[in-house]
């Protein structure tokens, strides 16, 4: 067991990179206390992280915790029977029936909608000289692309960003805020299902209520699995993305010759974008897993049923792996990066992340050729959570 006690969870918010550096060298394995203030084992080099993320032994289904070890996300069955909770054969089975929603094909024939969404957003702000590009830009993206492919009604998108912020970064001072986030949410798609169920769509909610009616056997989709299924596209289809976008921009603001490098020949966008998602990605730990029987992780023995988190964002800048994994270069090997998983449970949506975020870049970039900081730099705020790197604003500026 590794000694931990100087370790304050709180500096993976206000200092999770130093942190994590600390951490890797004192040993591969960590006891700590969680945010939830249960303790849980933190693995932070990058060989142990991706072994584990394959690893069948470390389960993501809650049932197999030790009781009284985990509490997270206390969700409804209609929002909690989704692929994070899940293992094979049920994991396989779900996936199995969205996959090809998500393939680079069809996200491919979404790039030229994306692209006008984009243009849009930016004629809105364009005359104004500045904005905060969470709000007006990387944040309402995501949400339109994610609501067009489920087919949620232009009307009822205002909500969703009050309810996941609300799930996501929970107010310690309102705690009423999160059940009632909850609540609107179960609300939200169980109507929606009904609507759809009525008067389908060509979108994939559609498809999916489609697929779960029409379905005999073993393979048909519960109720509760097909809300969750349509919570999960929706909350981690835009969740992730949106910061995706803005990390990025912020790297680029923070490098400017690689921002006038990548206007010059938007076509290094591609290596861009994945090597923003290694250096400062939005998912800094994995969902938590649970191990079925005892295992040894980087010589450290997990009895069974404990919490296991995987730093993702500790995996990446492991110099054992990546050679000066503190300098942001695209041209690099990335080889093997975690930022968006491996193995089964790799990202689902990771395809339709890459487009949008290259393509909000690369619009952007193409449009303000001016754009700067509309702040000090000491002035960017993160977001105060260890479950995602994201910004609280990015105030910009544009002549």
């Known amino acids: 067991m590794q000694n931990t006690a100087s370790f304050d969870v709180n500096s993976l918010t206000t200092d999770p990179y130093g942190t994590y550096a600390k951490l890797r060298e004192a040993g591969p394995v960590h006891r700590v206390t969680g945010a939830d203030g249960r303790p849980a084992w933190l693995v932070t080099r990058y060989d142990d992280v991706r072994q ?42 779900v996936r199995r029936l969205v996959v090809k929603a998500f393939t680079p094909g069809r996200v491919d024939k979404l790039r030229a909608p994306v692209r006008r969404v984009a243009d849009e957003l930016l004629d809105a702000v ?58 609107n949410l179960v609300r939200f798609f169980t109507g929606l299902i009904a609507s759809k169920r009525a008067e389908p769509g060509d979108d994939l909610l559609s498809d999916l209520i ?46 400017p010759a690689l921002m006038e490098s990548l206007r010059s020949d938007p076509a290094g966008l591609g290596a861009a974008v994945e090597e923003f998602n290694r250096w400062d990605g939005p998912s800094p730990l994995s969902i938590r897993r649970f191990p079925l029987e005892d295992i040894e992780i980087g010589g450290v023995t997990v009895p069974a049923g404990e919490t296991v988190l995987l730093a993702i964002a500790s ?83 544009w002549s």
């Not at 070890?69 to 909690?80: E, K, M, T, V």
């Not at 960003?161 to 009632?180: F, S, V, Y």
């Not at 994994?325 to 930022?339: F, I, K, Q, V």
């Not at 952007?364 to 790197?389: D, K, N, Q």
């Open 52 to 93: 584990c993320l394959a690893d069948p032994r470390l389960s993501l289904d809650k049932r197999n915790a030790k009781p009284g070890n985990y509490s997270g996300f206390s969700l409804p069955p209609a929002l909690d029977a989704n692929l994070l909770n899940m293992d094979p054969p049920d994991h396989t089975r």
């Open 126 to 183: 364009e005359a104004d000289g500045r904005a905060d590009l969470l709000a007006a830009y990387a944040g309402p993206l995501p949400i339109i692309v994610i609501c067009d492919l489920l087919g949620v009604p232009k009307e009822a998108r205002l909500d969703f960003r009050a309810w996941t912020d609300a799930m996501i970064a929970p107010d310690p001072e309102r705690p009423h805020l999160m059940k009632e986030a909850v609540g």
């Open 210 to 255: 489609a697929v779960r009616d029409d379905e005999d056997g073993d393979d048909r989709l519960s109720e509760d699995e097909l809300t969750s299924l349509a919570f999960l596209i929706l909350f981690a289809g835009y969740e992730n993305t949106v910061h995706l976008i803005a990390n990025s921009v912020l790297a680029l603001l923070d490098h």
């Open 315 to 397: 995996a990446n800048r492991d110099p054992r792996h990546f050679a000066d994994p503190e300098r942001l270069d695209p041209n690099r090997d990335r080889s093997g990066h975690l930022a968006l998983g491996h193995g089964i449970h790799y990202c689902l949506g990771a395809p339709l992340a890459r487009m949008e975020t290259e393509t909000a870049l690369a619009v952007l970039l193409e449009r303000f050729p001016t754009l700067e900081l509309g702040v000090p730099r000491e002035e960017v705020r993160w977001r105060p959570s260890v479950r995602a790197r994201g910004l609280i604003s990015l105030p910009v500026q």
